[in-house]
């Protein structure tokens, strides 16, 4: 799977990640999740910390692709 522009240019690749990670970060969100009380802000201001360069690059990325 390849993800291209108006122009055909390929921007994106499909990346194989072992499926194992996908469960880890699953499993750590919901372990916050249960230990903070169900309280969903805490778990995304965590994760929002961990992540936010890649969070940011992505959202650039989608806004280079908007205009």
Do not use: C, H
Not at 23 to 30: K, M, Q
Not at 50 to 60: D, H, L, P
């Amino acid at each position: 799977m390849k993800l291209v522009n108006e122009n055909n240019d390929v921007i994106a690749e499909e990346i194989e990640v072992p499926k194992v990670l996908g469960d880890i970060f699953e499993s750590l969100a919901a372990a916050i999740f249960i230990d903070s009380q169900f309280n969903l802000n805490i778990v995304w201001q965590i994760y929002y910390n961990f992540m936010k360069n890649e969070i940011g690059n992505f959202a650039s990325f989608l806004f280079k692709l908007r205009t």
